[in-house]
Nanobody, 125 residues
Framework: QVQLVESGGGLVQAGGSLRLSCAAS????????MAWFRQAPGKEREFVAT????????YYADSVKGRFTISRDNAKNTVYLQMNRLQPEDTAVYYC?????WGGGSVKSDDYDYWGQGTQVTVSS
């Protein structure tokens, strides 16, 4: 069973930045599509960003495009989410997810096989 452990969440003022990390407990990390999702109170979990396993292609939700950057370090089995110009509407629990199917990335949570426990991000106005 693959474990994903997120870190880096916290409280930040609007306009600030945070960097989330997600460490994976698998040597096959470099072959996994990785993604970040988030869930705000009372709302469904939503896609944030994904990065492919082969060419490192990235894709973002429109709500974060231009502010968030997803990246990966295969040598460290870690995926990151750099979040800049944070807004109160970015407040949510952020989850890391992994897809082992050698796919091309997906915005659907059902396509991911492994999930982290989540890390809280709170943006104050």
């Amino acid at each position: 069973q693959v474990q994903l452990v997120e870190s880096g969440g916290g409280l930040v003022q609007a306009g600030g930045s945070l960097r989330l990390s997600c460490a994976a407990s698998t040597r096959a990390f470099s072959t996994y599509v990785m993604a970040w999702f988030r869930q705000a109170p009372g709302k469904e979990r939503e896609f944030v960003a994904t990065i492919t396993w082969n060419h490192g292609n990235t894709y973002y939700a429109d709500s974060v495009k231009g502010r968030f950057t997803i990246s990966r370090d295969n040598a460290k089995n870690t995926v990151y989410l750099q979040m800049n110009r944070l807004q109160p509407e970015d407040t949510a629990v952020y989850y890391c997810a992994a897809d082992r199917s050698w796919g091309g990335g997906s915005v659907k949570s059902d396509d991911y096989d492994y999930w982290g426990q989540g890390t809280q991000v709170t943006v104050s106005s």
